[in-house]
Structures are given as C-alpha cells and as structure tokens.
C-alpha cells in the first residue's frame, strides 16, 4: 500500500533563518507531488506541484522554493524565513496522469515563525 | 475566479443526529472532493465525485452539477466525526493539478 511521510511535524524557527521540510512516498512511483499551506482561517493554497523529478511549478510568488531530487522525495525550502511563512504545510500525491484524481495527504507540519 | 463557499462555518450536534454539510461554488467543475481534516491537521480524502452520489459507511456524498452544489451527509453522529471537512473543485478546463479549497466547517459532535 501506498504512505506518504513528512517532517518534521512541528518547527519553531526565527526569522532570517533556513528552512527544509521533507515528503517521502512509498509504495507508488512517478506520484504527482504537491507542497500546501494552510494559514490560520483561510482554505488550502497550492504553493508548488511536481510531475517529475527535476520538474517544479509554482503556483504563488514567495519566499519559498521547492525540489524534487528523487521521485518519491519532494523539499519546500526556503533561504530567510518571513512571519509571514508561518502556517500548516502539508505534502500531498496524486497518481500521475490522473489530473482529477484522489489526493493523498501527508501528516502536515506546523511551522511558526519568531 | 473560482470560489468554493461552505455552511456553516461551524456546527455543533449531538451524538446520533443526522448532520448535512454544504459547497457551492461558481464554475465549471471536473471534480468535488470532500476532505476531513482531524485535530491534529492530518487531511484524508472522504469522497471525489463529479456527478451524483457516492456512499461509504455513513457518509453520503451527492453533488448538483447544474446547481453547482454538494452536500456532505453523516447518518448518526459520532463524537469521533468531530472533525473539519473541507470541500474542494477542480475546475473544467483549468489546470489539471490545482484544486480550490472552501474554508472548512468544524464539525463537533457532543456525546
């Protein structure tokens, strides 16, 4: 069966400083991958999706990058952390291909920003 | 632009009593899913439907495509059902990958 992992759950960083959150898949290849955000009292946002490795597109402008180095693994990065960039982010899969298809959810990670 | 409305925002019932969610939103769709989202933020999917009905255990799930309407039903509540669900449209003919959340109904169910 299929699993998709992501941490660390919870990060408390200052601002200025770097971020990495990691998304692993398991038991599927060639997944569709996608990083969300979920700020307080707002819908899910789409920040970046992935149909291959290598292969990122960005859906909002920001503070924040993401890379796909091997197929099943999907980081959302950034370089100096904003307040702004604080919320829930959760990674996500779908089967490719399968532009309408079930999504998948990660554990999520809640990151705060001081 | 697409919007995808939910009501209520919040809805509180007791244990046994017929719950209905419900989605609105504005465009042409290709699909509706409904998320449940728990506490601790994890989200799993419940149901992704373009037209009709779909069922799995107590959930029921029925979408108007010329409405532009869904509704999430829960037959005899849980306290375990409290939870946020989050209806969510893919529309026609955009992009294959991005999906337009609602902003979630907290759902608590008291025993």
């Known amino acids: 069966s299929q699993t998709i992992h992501q941490w660390p759950a919870t990060l408390v960083q200052p601002v200025g400083s770097p971020l990495s959150l990691e998304c692993t898949v398991e038991?599927?290849?060639?997944?569709?991958l996608y990083w969300y955000r979920q700020a307080a009292g707002r819908g899910l946002q789409l920040l970046f999706y992935s149909v291959g490795i290598g292969q990122i597109s960005s859906e909002v402008p920001q503070n924040l990058s993401a890379s796909r180095p091997q197929d099943r693994q999907f980081i959302l990065s950034s370089k100096k952390l904003l307040l702004s960039d604080s919320g829930f982010y959760l990674c996500?899969?779908?089967?490719?291909?399968?532009?309408?298809?079930?999504?998948?959810f990660g554990e999520g990670s809640r990151l705060t920003v001081l | 632009k697409n919007e995808v409305e939910q009501s209520p925002q919040n809805l509180t019932a007791q244990e046994g009593e017929f719950i209905t969610i419900n989605c609105s939103y504005s465009v042409g769709i290709s699909a509706l899913h409904w998320l449940q989202q728990h506490p601790g933020g994890g989200i799993v999917s419940l149901f992704m439907l373009s037209s009709g009905k779909k069922k799995h255990g107590r959930l029921i799930a029925t979408i108007n495509i010329q409405e532009k309407h869904s509704s999430l039903h829960i037959t005899a509540s849980h306290p375990r059902d409290s939870a946020v669900y989050i209806c969510a449209v893919r529309a026609s003919g955009g992009s294959n990958y991005k999906l337009t959340f609602g902003k979630g109904t907290l759902l608590t169910v008291n025993p």
């Open positions: 996500a899969w779908s089967r490719l291909g399968a532009g309408t298809g079930e999504l998948f």
């Open positions: 038991g599927t290849s060639n997944p569709n």
